[in-house]
């Protein structure tokens, strides 16, 4: 299976912007997914799950701005983020959790200016 991100760009603060997590196969009706941020000199961090049943968590920093979903028919998971900030820039990645299913692509970058 492969999870290619895409749907990234440059943003001012408070706009929205839609990130999707295109998959190769069938993957989000078995697995836990989450999409994680890794901003600059900072360690990547979790952001958003989406479980099997439906089950939605957010970090606290994101927590009512951001919106987790799944098309399974589309085989795309999507992370819509509203009332962008600064510390929202980095890149965004797809995956499992908590084992990763994939390695780490390259993500789409989001750039939130002030």
């Known amino acids: 299976v492969q999870l290619q991100a895409s749907g990234g760009g440059l943003v001012q603060t408070g706009e929205s912007l839609t990130v999707s997590c295109a998959a190769s196969?069938?993957?989000?009706?078995?697995?836990?997914m989450g999409w994680y941020r890794q901003a600059p000199g900072k360690q990547r961090e979790l952001v958003a799950a989406i479980s099997r049943g439906g089950s939605l968590n957010y970090a606290d920093s994101v927590k009512g701005r951001f919106t987790i979903s799944v098309d399974n028919a589309k085989n795309t998971m999507y992370l819509q983020m509203n009332s962008l900030k600064p510390e929202d820039t980095g890149v965004y990645s797809c995956n499992c959790i908590p084992a990763l299913c994939v390695l780490w692509g390259q993500g789409t970058l989001v750039t939130v200016s002030s």
């Open positions: 196969g069938d993957i989000f009706r078995s697995n836990v």
